[in-house]
């Protein structure tokens, strides 16, 4: 069997970073083999500047949507934001299905190995059938009314299967967020999704905590757009994860994504729910998104404190200038320098492996992984070397 021999200046396991006089040996087929010092490695070692890691896994992004990259500019706050995205739509089935293509071989050629991804549509089953990319597909559910909840969750229902019989990977209703599930629809999604792994966008704007705690605030303009004057959701006077959490009681692990805005409260009072009622916490960060929308990050040191379960995601080109995850590093690395690189490489990698339940496969480099192998330049460009 031929093996291939990999070196870098160093080398990240997916859970500790080794020295650069280690070397990971990989089968043809991928499979790891072992680590080894580079004394005993023999010849033709394949040497690289700067860092070899696992493959990534990105936990949030939206495949769908990569026709809208440069299209809305940043900065915009959230609801003028989603406005937009709103009244963008009418491109062209080609434009739309070639900027999926091209957004799928950027990923793939970043290093890229699993991918947790939103759907609405049906538009990105085409390339995800020919992708080397593993695929979670949530299939997004936005109901804002209780009295449509059951003919908007038979939609969603249709698309879940229509991904289910044309994709091997698991795929999962989710709701889209606090601020476009009624409270019927909540409980009709956590009917449905007993034991899976779902993803709901939080806590992405201060608007979303005022939506809940008054009525009021900034998304109202956004809701003029569908023809209603108030919201449509009840006032709970709390923030939006302690209003919507307790609608979910039914073992589901959920990618909580964003978290912009979460305060330590909110953060304490999630995992105690969770902790007291069976579910898994995940806590998906997009920080260059956040940069794009809001120009705000997460307080990730808080969920550092808390020992949270963290993973990183892309969020979509609608609001990212790239799709890679070793980009999501340097935000991070950058802003948190407290926060160690090796604990950020496992957020985009193992972590993100463990949430999609993947790590028989990929995430570390155990013998008998297939998990991709991405060198890690000192400037955070990153590619695909196995």
């Not at 201060?206 to 809701?223: C, H, N, P, R, S």
């Not at 808080?302 to 609001?319: A, E, P, Q, W």
Request: hydrophobic share 35%; proline share 4%.
């Amino acid at each position: 069997m031929r093996y291939q021999k990999f070196k870098g200046d160093f080398l990240f396991t997916g859970k500790e970073m080794l020295s650069g006089d280690q070397v990971l040996i990989i089968s043809e087929k991928g499979e790891v083999q072992e680590i080894v010092p580079s004394s005993d490695a023999g010849d033709d070692i394949q040497v690289f500047e700067g860092t070899l890691a696992p493959g990534f896994v990105n936990c949030h992004c939206h495949l769908e949507l990569s026709h809208l990259k440069d299209v809305i500019p940043p900065h915009t706050g959230l609801v003028d934001f989603l406005i937009s995205v709103i009244q963008r739509r009418g491109f062209e089935k080609e434009v739309i299905a070639d900027a999926i293509t091209r957004a799928e071989q950027e990923m793939y050629n970043n290093g890229t190995v699993a991918v947790g991804d939103i759907g609405n549509t049906i538009d990105a089953i085409a390339t995800k059938q020919q992708s080397n990319i593993y695929w979670q597909n949530f299939i997004e559910v936005l109901s804002f009314s209780d009295a449509r909840a059951e003919e908007n969750m038979a939609n969603y229902k249709n698309i879940l299967q229509t991904f289910q019989q044309a994709l091997s990977g698991k795929s999962s209703l989710a709701p889209h967020s606090p601020y476009s599930i009624s409270p019927k629809t909540f409980e009709m999604i956590n009917a449905a999704t007993k034991e899976q792994i779902i993803s709901i966008h939080n806590q992405e704007s201060i608007a979303e905590d005022v939506l809940y705690k008054t009525g009021e605030g900034d998304f109202l303009k956004l809701y003029k757009n569908f023809g209603v004057e108030k919201s449509p959701f009840p006032i709970t006077g709390k923030s939006t994860i302690q209003s919507y959490l307790p609608h979910f009681k039914n073992g589901q692990t959920i990618f909580i994504v964003h978290n912009t805005y979460m305060q330590e409260e909110d953060i304490v009072f999630a995992n105690n729910y969770a902790m007291q009622n069976g579910l898994q916490l995940v806590y998906c960060f997009c920080p260059n998104a956040n940069k794009y929308i809001e120009n705000q990050l997460p307080q990730l040191d808080l969920f550092i404190k808390h020992n949270c379960r963290m993973v990183l995601g892309t969020d979509s080109y609608s609001s990212n200038w790239q799709l890679n995850i070793a980009k999501e590093i340097k935000t991070l690395h950058e802003a948190f320098p407290d926060v160690s690189l090796t604990t950020l490489l496992q957020m985009g990698s193992l972590n993100g492996a463990e949430a999609l339940q993947l790590t028989d496969k990929l995430g570390s480099f155990e013998k008998g992984k297939t998990p991709g192998v991405v060198a890690i330049s000192g400037d955070f460009k990153s590619r695909r070397i196995g």
